[in-house]
């Protein structure tokens, strides 16, 4: 199994950005698709980006698209989530999460209980 470390997020004003990490170890990082989810107090865990083990499918939820961005680099273990122009509705836990299958049609990136593995959760905390 695969073990995420992420890293980055913190206290910004609205407009800013930020950019998180998610760290793998202990497998092969391209035998995994990746995402991230987020979760407001109060609320379930939201689907926020996916991106696929080659980098060739990549989707985002409406609410962020044209703003955030996931990327990653399989020979760093890494998956970054750019997150340009915040504001408070994007205070949130944000997680990775990484599921051992490759991306075919129809396959459920949205759905949370398709991950196996989580990253420890980050803070971000957007002040209008």
């Known amino acids: 199994q695969v073990k995420l470390v992420q890293s980055g997020g913190g206290l910004v004003q609205a407009g800013d950005s930020l950019r998180l990490s998610c760290t793998t170890s202990?497998?092969?990082?391209?035998?995994?698709?990746m995402a991230w989810f987020r979760q407001s107090p109060g609320k379930e865990r939201e689907f926020v980006a996916f991106?696929?083990?080659?980098?060739?499918?990549?989707y985002y939820t409406d609410s962020v698209k044209g703003r955030f961005t996931i990327a990653r680099d399989n020979g760093a273990n890494t998956v970054t989530l750019q997150m340009n122009s915040l504001n408070p509705e994007d205070t949130a836990i944000y997680y990775c999460?990484?599921?051992?299958?490759?991306?075919?049609?129809?396959?459920?990136?949205?759905?949370?209980?398709?991950?196996?593995?989580w990253g420890q959760g980050t803070q971000v905390t957007v002040s209008s």
């Open positions: 999460a990484a599921d051992r299958a490759y991306y075919y049609r129809g396959y459920p990136y949205s759905d949370p209980v398709k991950y196996t593995n």
């Open positions: 202990g497998d092969t990082p391209s035998l995994y698709t």
């Open positions: 991106i696929s083990r080659t980098s060739t499918t990549i």
